[in-house]
């Protein structure tokens, strides 16, 4: 596939049309654009870095084979989640044991850089550390709903196409999360 | 006003009430303590988690997928037979209608055999 030259990004709808007539550039140019939401919330869903690699692949290639079939009427981050999400529970489900992967082992050379002290960066790592943890032990449905809205933004209407609930549901999850959450966090 | 529910608290930390509920939530909060305090460890949550640091893939994943695209994405699967997509559709269910009827008069027709001529 040929990158597609730097220039002001596409349409997205037009850019999907593009991709949807076969042009591999504009497909390019959508996994680029995706590559590393789709990415940060899988390893968060399956807390394994080589599955989270592989299912944003299986993610894509799926998206590929099914683009034809997109409507504008939906939109693609919605879309695209949702294949996320499906290929993310259907490893979860096939799992013969859940191995918890110390993600802030990997992520504590992204914390910001305006934390000069060792005291301070040893801080930022354990609260880090702590809510990372947290949030592998809630279940997967209350985990994947506050990676949906407080990592990913998305509104409420969003999370309801993606996860295929009503907003009710979207609103009362969200609460039981954040209460479950914090209930695990350190006090 | 009573208390909110924990739901609603949640939901006006994300604006996701209806207006004129978020106007009365808000007013229940300027003299409410117990509430504000547990709308504070809602809104510090969800400041924690946008704070957590945000994994990347770390490559190009559009030039590795290269090799594994297909030239075009495959059309949509049609079941049976199927005319070809350049006819438009009106066209193309006549052209059907009358394949059918000439295909069930040739039936017809071997069915019937005409008449010897003395």
Not at chain 1, 14 to 19: E, G, L, N, V, W
Not at chain 1, 20 to 26: D, M
Not at chain 2, 36 to 46: F, I
Not at chain 2, 78 to 104: E, F, I, Q
Request: overall charge positive.
């Amino acid at each position: 596939m040929v990158p597609m030259p730097a220039s002001s990004p596409p349409d997205e709808t037009d850019c999907i049309a593009r991709a949807q007539r076969g042009e591999a550039a504009a497909f390019s140019e959508l996994v680029t654009r995706y590559q590393d939401r789709i990415y940060r919330f899988l390893v968060r869903m399956t807390r394994s870095q080589e599955d989270a690699r592989e299912l944003t692949q299986e993610t894509f290639l799926s998206a590929y084979q099914a683009i034809a079939r997109w409507r504008p009427e939906a939109r693609l981050s919605t879309w695209l989640f949702r294949i996320a999400r499906n290929q993310a529970l259907d490893r979860l489900r096939r799992a013969r044991h859940v191995e918890f992967v110390a993600l802030d082992e990997v992520l504590h050379e992204q914390l910001p850089a305006d934390t000069p002290t060792p005291e301070a960066v040893l801080q930022a790592r354990q609260r880090v550390a702590a809510l990372e943890a947290a949030l592998a032990r809630l279940s997967v449905e209350h985990r994947e709903i506050l990676l949906l809205r407080d990592i990913e933004d998305m509104p409420y209407e969003d999370i309801a196409e993606v996860l295929g609930i009503s907003l009710g549901t979207v609103k009362s999850r969200i609460a039981r999360a954040r209460t479950g959450l914090l209930q695990h966090m350190p006090r | 006003m009573t208390c909110p529910r924990t739901e609603d608290l949640s939901a006006y930390a994300d604006q996701a009430l209806p207006a004129r509920r978020q106007a009365a939530l808000r007013q229940h909060l300027l003299g409410c303590p117990a509430c504000r305090q547990q709308l504070d460890a809602l809104q510090a949550l969800r400041q924690q988690l946008r704070a957590l640091p945000s994994p990347t893939l770390g490559f190009d994943l559009a030039a590795q997928l290269q090799d594994r695209l297909p030239r075009r994405p495959p059309k949509p699967r049609r079941v049976g037979w199927s005319l070809p997509n350049w006819l438009p559709a009106g066209v193309a269910t006549g052209a059907a209608l009358v394949s059918a009827c000439g295909w069930a008069a040739c039936c017809w027709a071997r069915a019937r055999p005409f008449p010897r001529r003395p």
